[in-house]
T-cell receptor
């Protein structure tokens, strides 16, 4: 059983659509990261959060600690948002657990 | 401000060999984490170093070892390479001992034949 589960695994959207990617985890955490990985491997950290909600441009991340759940939202999606989005958590023992990622394709 | 760099970019080794991968942290960062990402999979945490000491380790065998130097650059060493070690190895630097935003390097693609 994976400590971090993401859904959906694959997502195709039309440009302009509102997108939601979900992440559930089973361990006690000190923080949760949302990462973006483009083809070729480069990873960019989008958000780190331990409570509440964060917003950066068209991206919004929320976390509910009690429910052990986080969501990443993309408003007004664009083809350049096409990438793999990975949820990762850090447990209280400073170990990292990663989801398998959500592959997003935004069609013009 | 210099970002996280890794070397080499690509590497081909044969089973049983040893490999050393290098990571140079972002300026001002004293924590480095290493990850293994097999093709089509999410990253797996190998270990983290904070101020030259191991600060957390994932479920990897002892033949995966690391070092962090006084300038906070880091090495990942893998002994007795196996075919399943073929993967993208990523390092990420951050500031502080506990959870903080991580800045990832471009990765080293290791192929074991």
């Amino acid at each position: 059983k994976n400590e971090v589960e993401q859904s959906p695994q694959n997502l195709t959207a039309q440009e302009g659509e509102f997108i939601t990617i979900n992440c559930s985890y089973s361990v006690g955490i000190s923080a949760l990261h949302w990462l973006q990985q483009h083809p070729g491997g480069g990873i960019v950290s989008l958000f780190m959060l331990s409570s509440g909600k964060k917003k950066h441009g068209r991206l919004i991340a929320t976390i509910n600690i009690q429910e052990k759940h986080s969501s990443l939202h993309i408003t007004a999606s664009h083809p350049r948002d096409s990438a793999v989005y990975i949820c990762a958590v850090i447990n209280t023992g400073n170990q990292f657990y990663f989801g398998t990622g959500t592959s997003l394709t935004v069609i013009p | 401000e210099t970002g996280v760099t890794q070397s080499p970019t690509h590497l081909i080794k044969t089973r049983g060999q040893q490999v050393t991968l290098r990571c140079s942290s972002q300026s001002g960062h004293n924590t480095v984490s290493w990850y293994q990402q097999a093709l089509g999979q999410g990253p797996q945490f190998i270990f983290q170093y904070y101020r030259e000491e191991e600060n957390g380790r994932g479920n990897f065998p002892p033949r995966f070892s690391g070092l962090q130097f006084p300038n906070y650059s880091s090495e990942l060493n893998v002994n007795a390479l196996e075919l399943d070690d073929s993967a993208l190895y990523l390092c990420a630097s951050s500031s502080g001992r506990t959870a903080d935003t991580q800045y990832f390097g471009p990765g080293t693609r290791l192929t074991v034949l």
